[in-house]
């Protein structure tokens, strides 16, 4: 079974940086997209970069020139920079990595991780 494992999270203070990591397993196949999104408190999961097998990355607009998404193809991991971080970036951060469609009868395969908590706090 694909497994992927989140890992770098912790408590920083404004304007600290962390890097995150997404390690994963059990997958044969490169990943056509890996992702990271964030889930704050009654807050909904949104999408914070996401980045191709080819390299092409996107950013939501707050995190645009402060976060930073590569990954390594060879281990299907992927990995997130964050500089000058706000006490609003405060969420639990998700991996996510997905194989798309070939065919229009196929499906989108993709798979989650656990999560790790990033605090912004003085």
């Known amino acids: 079974q694909v497994q992927l494992v989140e890992s770098g999270g912790g408590l920083v203070q404004p304007g600290g940086s962390l890097r995150l990591s997404c390690t994963t397993s059990g997958s044969h196949f490169s990943f056509d997209a890996m992702a990271w999104y964030r889930q704050a408190p009654g807050k909904q999961r949104e999408l914070v970069a996401e980045?191709?097998?080819?390299?092409?990355?996107n950013y939501a607009d707050s995190m645009e020139g402060r976060f930073t998404i590569s990954r390594d193809n060879t281990n299907n991991a992927v990995y997130l920079q964050m500089n000058n971080l706000k006490p609003e970036d405060t969420a639990v951060y998700y991996c996510?990595?997905?194989?798309?469609?070939?065919?229009?009868?196929?499906?989108?395969?993709?798979?989650w991780g656990q999560g790790t908590q990033v605090t912004v706090s003085a």
């Open positions: 996510n990595a997905r194989y798309d469609p070939v065919s229009a009868i196929a499906r989108t395969r993709q798979y």
């Open positions: 980045i191709t097998s080819a390299g092409s990355a």
